[in-house]
């Protein structure tokens, strides 16, 4: 089972990735994730990669496509994949699909993490960092008990320089400019399954390992 998870930055995309993980035996299949272990490693793909972005130029989708593939066909991803940040337009999932099916796979499900923009703004403007260990609070929804303050280990708490409410709402447009018509691209074919991501981590987890026919003792496997 090959799977996309869709999500605006803020939608919980990352956190349910893991948890699906988890959930089900897919392997979390994130591109950004790949491109830093490929310069890390210094393959070949990585290192045209970094050719590319050494020039600040946009990685090509062939070989962003390349990568997954490669990383696919490892033994690990036999059962199926989760795959996280790729693709993000029409032309990238035509360009996937047709890899997938000289491999003799194809995308079975595709899981859009739907999120109020209200929500999502809040998500992404009230975030803060600790700068010591790296948890995550929220000053809307979950903050530390004292401001500024980690409650894990007293670290100073920060906020990301692109994280404030004016660089949230230009995510959210370039966002949604560039993945609504992948969006309805995938409905049209009707491997679309809209997830309420507003409710309890746990809720949403749940939501979605049902919607891959996942129950009960299946998902602890």
Do not use: W
């Amino acid at each position: 089972m090959d799977v996309i998870l869709l999500g605006a930055p803020g939608a919980g995309k990352g956190t349910q990735a893991q948890y699906l993980e988890n959930h089900t035996g897919l392997v979390h299949v994130a591109s950004g994730d790949l491109f830093r272990a490929a310069l890390r490693q210094g393959t070949e793909l990585g290192m045209l990669a970094k050719s590319y972005m050494d020039r600040g130029e946009l990685v090509p989708d062939a070989l962003v496509i390349l990568m997954i593939i490669e990383r696919i066909s490892q033994k690990d991803c036999a059962d199926g994949v989760i795959f996280d940040g790729f693709p993000r337009t029409r032309d990238q999932a035509l360009a996937l699909e047709r890899e997938l099916r000289e491999h003799g796979r194809k995308i079975d499900y595709v899981l859009y993490l739907r999120v109020p923009d209200d929500v999502l703004l809040r998500r992404i403007a009230g975030r803060q960092t600790c700068k010591t260990c790296g948890y995550i609070y929220n000053i809307y929804y979950f903050p530390s008990k004292r401001p500024d303050v980690c409650d894990h280990c007293g670290g100073k708490l920060y906020q990301r320089s692109d994280d404030t409410l004016e660089t949230a709402r230009h995510r959210l447009q370039v966002y949604f400019a560039q993945t609504r018509p992948l969006i309805e691209y995938y409905s049209g074919h009707g491997t679309l399954i809209e997830i309420d991501g507003q409710r309890e981590i746990s809720l949403v987890t749940e939501a979605m390992t049902l919607a891959l026919g996942i129950h009960g003792s299946d998902a602890e496997k």
